[in-house]
């Protein structure tokens, strides 16, 4: 079974120490988690606005980004750095938070809208809909009044523990992406039931 031949892993959050535990970071603390997995880290690219590195899974070279431009200008430096690194978008998997999943569950697709989410609306304006997305579920806070303050918030430390599982969860299947391919994460991803939340 053929690999994804991915060449570019983007992870979106906002940046900033006010902002690095809070929900819309998920995909940071995915590409953060990725790298020290594969003994890689990342430095500031100033040209593309964004930190970036690379690392080797399964044989594979894979850069890595995280945009700097706060959430809703994701996609300038997305397209800065493929173009850089001439990498066509269905090779990109973007990394985020999604509402619409509980905390817990990481799902894998390629295509699609942004599903009200800024980072993606934005890095879709700049690069076209059809870059892979891996979505690590931060759950909804029940009003869409509320969706603003909640991603911007930290989560509980119950949802802390299920989003961190889910991520590393993710991360630990990545290899079978590259050597086996999107359907077998997908699998594996997709096996794991929902977390339950403890009592109290």
């Known amino acids: ?5 991915l060449q570019l892993v983007v992870g979106l959050g906002n940046p900033g120490p006010e902002h690095a535990s809070t929900r819309h970071n998920a995909g940071f603390w995915f590409v953060d988690k990725l790298a020290r997995r594969h003994e890689g880290w990342l430095k500031p690219e100033h040209r ?31 397209r800065s ?23 817990g569950i990481a799902r894998l697709k390629q295509g699609g809208g942004a599903g009200g989410h800024n980072g993606l609306k934005d890095v879709i304006s700049h690069m076209g809909e059809e870059f892979w997305r891996l979505r690590i579920g931060i759950g909804h806070p029940g009003n869409r009044d509320q969706v603003i303050d909640y991603v911007l918030e930290c989560p509980s430390a119950v949802d802390a523990r299920l989003i961190q599982e889910a ?19 997908m699998n594996r991803l997709h096996a794991r039931p929902p977390a339950q939340e403890s009592p109290g």
């Open 48 to 78: 593309h606005n964004g930190d970036a590195g690379r690392v080797t899974i399964a044989g594979v070279t894979i850069w890595l980004l995280k945009p700097m431009g706060y959430m809703n200008r994701s996609g300038l430096s997305v």
């Open 81 to 103: 750095f493929s173009d850089y690194l001439r990498v066509p978008g269905e090779q990109i998997l973007v990394v985020h938070d999604d509402l619409d999943l509980p905390a």
């Open 1 to 5: 079974m053929a690999g994804l031949p």
């Open 167 to 185: 991520i590393e969860l993710a991360v630990s299947e990545f290899p079978s992406l590259v050597t086996e391919g999107a359907e077998m994460m």
